[in-house]
């Protein structure tokens, strides 16, 4: 009976990159930018620091130790904090406890001004360089900013990389792993009653080189208990649209099927749910495909991922209305 499980391969410990180094968005900037002069700091013992890696520490709050924006306040004695540490700190300077009045420092926000900085992904992978005041803009698209975990169950605040995030899901939170691009899953539920703790479950398939995160869950759609099952492509929303997925739930010589593409985990779990992007099953509809007394829940749901066809020349297909 479970002999067509064939599919569901645990994945080795070789096929998870277990790159513990990007763990943390480690310090940004730790690269100075000239221009061919040839010196890079680093690599040594003792790395020199350059003028723009100083002007930066300066830059940093010394509360918060983010990066500070304009206005850029500092107290009678000239220790400087940002704006949201302002609001925090009942006007005491957090430095030396003196009471903090309300004093701009225009100097630093001019230095601000000149600097141009690297992304603060900068070690994930971005190689772009930004004037100080648009590169908040930037990091917050950038394509190299780290992922939330994609964990349904709990507010899980890890965030990371796909390599990284992959092995936090399999080592701290226990997900299976699968290698393969179809498969076959029976989720079993002893109670299909109990809807209103939403029961959720997550897989990981890798294929194509890439991960992709299965959900399964049972929630309260209006007044009626409904089931979902959905993908998430573990990588930027560009990407996911490379790829579908089909899902198909059913018995007795009925069957639904959906076919969607795979929504991006910077999507989170809780849009997309929202947003009933994957195969919904009505309770009853579910409780039937499970046959026996309605009493346990019992759904086989296959699927499958394929790439799509890459376009090589989107131009070519697209007619010209304006022609006459
Ligand atoms: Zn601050
Ligand atoms: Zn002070
Ligand atoms: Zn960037
Ligand atoms: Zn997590």
């Keep these: 009976m479970e002999s067509d499980n064939i599919e569901c391969i645990s994945v080795s410990d070789a096929t998870v990159v277990d790159d513990e180094e990007v763990a943390h968005v480690p310090h940004p900037f730790l690269k100075p930018h000239g221009d061919g ?27 918060c130790t983010n990066s500070m924006y304009p206005p850029i306040h500092q107290c009678h004695n000239g220790h400087t904090l ?32 000149s600097l141009e900085l690297p992304c603060r992904y900068f070690s994930l992978g971005c190689p772009e360089i ?17 992922y939330n975990c994609p964990y349904a169950g709990s507010e899980c ?41 939403a029961t959720w479950m997550l897989t990981v398939f890798h294929c194509y080189g890439q991960y992709f995160c299965l959900h399964f869950e049972a929630f309260q759609l209006g007044v009626a208990p409904v089931y979902m099952t959905f993908l998430r492509f573990m990588g930027d929303e560009t990407e ?29 779990h809780r849009k997309v749910r929202d947003s009933h992007d994957g195969l919904i099953i009505q309770r009853n509809m579910a409780l039937f495909f499970s ?3 309605r009493k346990e829940l019992k759904l086989r749901v296959t699927g499958r991922i394929w790439k799509e066809q890459q376009n090589t020349d989107p131009a070519a297909c697209i007619p010209n209305p304006c022609s006459s």
């Design 37 to 63: 002069s040839g010196t890079v700091a680093g690599g040594g013992r003792s790395p020199v620091m350059s003028p723009a890696t100083r002007v930066h520490e300066l830059l940093e709050c010394p509360v």
């Design 82 to 113: 940002c704006s949201a540490c302002k609001s925090r700190v009942h006007n005491r300077c957090p430095t030396c406890r003196q009471e903090l009045g309300d004093i701009r420092c225009l100097a630093l926000e001019k230095v601000a001004e």
């Design 130 to 146: 930004f004037p100080y005041y648009s590169k908040l803009q930037h990091e917050a698209w950038c394509n190299f900013r780290p």
């Design 157 to 197: 605040s890890v965030v990371g990389d796909i390599p990284f995030l992959v092995a936090h899901l399999r080592d701290d939170h226990k997900v299976d792993m699968h290698i393969g691009s179809t498969f076959n899953h029976r989720y079993v539920k002893s109670n299909p009653r109990e809807v209103e703790n």
């Design 240 to 268: 996911a649209r490379h790829y579908s997925y089909s899902l198909e739930v059913g018995s007795s010589g009925r069957k639904l099927i959906w076919e969607g593409t795979p929504r991006s985990i910077r999507d989170s």
């Design 291 to 293: 046959g026996g007394d």
